[in-house]
């Protein structure tokens, strides 16, 4: 076993959809997992499933992110390495109207964390950012120099906690911080026991398709045909859960060099339509998706899909696999599962 392998980890959020996955592939590389978690948008079953998945224990710590006294409990009870922060709201028409609730949720949270790292002099740190930071982006593929520009309470969060971790180094080089910036992740682990698992009406295309499939919904709104695509509907880089949290390991290795900041775009650098990633999903599960085309939802933008040369040469990481399998592996979680984590 190598040095890192025996490394504890830290993961905010490990309940939820990618910090699931995230503790499977931690677990199976070898490193200790302690997760902290206020089940806000997810329940304990996840890592019961993580730890059927992998065979291998790990410490569940049920608390917030902004309880400082139990951020403090866990850098004393544990020797942390490093941290892998998911812990965040993400659902983009709830920020619009609850704004303080996100602000206080996802910059207070971090602010708290980052506060008991230094005090544990834990300087390692991974931070799930989204493209949503690029905004309107003016061209396609986005590379990590775009122009930056949150268009909403939840885009603005997470621009604004990039900028905090951005000063944190300059004041203190002796940090090593990832940022990477999301672009759509889909899909589910390849045993169908843990997988994207919304609480409510899903706001996201894969999951909202997924539910229709299985008969939860009865059809799928199309948000828009008349933009400048080729079938004209939306366009994003969906990209495969397991690429995403793999993704996460080449960054810790890739800090382990040196201390840096170091900003990732994880997509694939495909785009699909809403109708193509209708189509494959109809392949993936064998059942004919309803659906209706209704008018564009607002703060949309046409067209979404990484330049992921970056993270090529700099982490050697790239993502493996494709849509098909994306919507094949979505749709094992979600017909095993129909109703999650409550089946
Ligand atoms: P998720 O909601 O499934 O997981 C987030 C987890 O954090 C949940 O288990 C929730 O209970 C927990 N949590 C929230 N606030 C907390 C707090 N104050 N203290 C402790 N735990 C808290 O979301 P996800 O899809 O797994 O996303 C993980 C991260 O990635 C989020 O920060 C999200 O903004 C970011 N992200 C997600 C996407 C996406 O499409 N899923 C895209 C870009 C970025
Ligand atoms: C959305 C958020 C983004 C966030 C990301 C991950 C908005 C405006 N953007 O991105 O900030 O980081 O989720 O959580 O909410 N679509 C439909 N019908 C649906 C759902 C979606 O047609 O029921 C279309 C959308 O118009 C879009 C595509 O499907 O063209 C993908 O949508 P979605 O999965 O919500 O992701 P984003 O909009 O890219």
């Known amino acids: 076993m190598s040095i890192q392998q025996k490394q504890t980890i830290l993961v905010t959020g490990g ?3 990618i910090g699931s996955h995230m503790c499977v592939e931690l677990l199976s590389a070898g490193y200790d997992v302690v997760v902290l978690d206020n089940l806000s948008n997810s329940s304990a079953a996840s890592i019961e499933a993580v730890q059927r998945i992998t065979q291998k224990p790990l410490t569940f710590v049920q608390g917030d992110i902004r309880d400082a006294n139990c951020l403090q409990a866990i850098f ?26 996100y602000y206080d949720n996802n910059m207070n949270g971090t602010l708290r964390l980052v506060e008991a790292m230094t005090t544990a002099s834990c300087k390692t740190l991974v931070f799930s950012s989204s493209a949503t930071v690029y905004g309107l982006p003016d061209k396609m593929p986005i590379t990590e120099d775009a122009d930056t520009g949150a268009t909403n309470p939840y885009g603005r969060t997470k621009l604004m906690v990039e900028e905090v971790l951005k000063d ?34 899903p706001n996201n295309l894969m999951p909202f398709i997924a539910q229709v499939a299985v008969g939860r919904r009865d ?55 809403v109708l193509e990633a209708v189509q494959a999903f109809e392949r993936a599960c064998g059942i004919t998706i309803p659906y209706q085309i209704t008018g564009r939802r607002p703060g949309d933008v046409a067209v979404s899909y990484a330049d992921p ?3 090529k040469e700099e982490l050697g990481w790239e993502a493996q696999y494709n849509l098909d399998r994306m919507c094949e592996d979505a749709w094992r979680w979600q017909s095993q599962y129909p109703n999650g984590f409550n089946t």
């Open 15 to 17: 309940c939820g959809y």
């Open 309 to 311: 040369t970056k993270a």
């Open 76 to 101: 004393t009870n544990h020797d942390i390495q490093a941290v892998l922060h998911f812990a965040g709201l993400k659902a983009v028409g709830e920020s619009t109207e609850l704004p303080v609730k």
């Open 219 to 273: 059809k799928l709104s199309v948000y828009g045909d008349d933009y400048p695509t080729p079938d004209g509907t939306g366009v994003r880089d969906y990209i495969h859960v397991v690429d995403l949290v793999r993704g996460h390991m080449k960054a810790l290795e890739f800090l382990q060099d040196e201390p840096k900041l170091a900003i990732h775009n994880l997509g694939t650098g495909n785009g699909y339509s």
């Open 168 to 201: 944190l180094y300059t004041a203190d080089p002796t940090w090593r911080i990832s940022l990477l910036r999301y672009f759509n992740p889909v899909g589910a682990h390849a045993t169908g026991e843990i997988g994207e698992d919304p609480n409510d009406i």
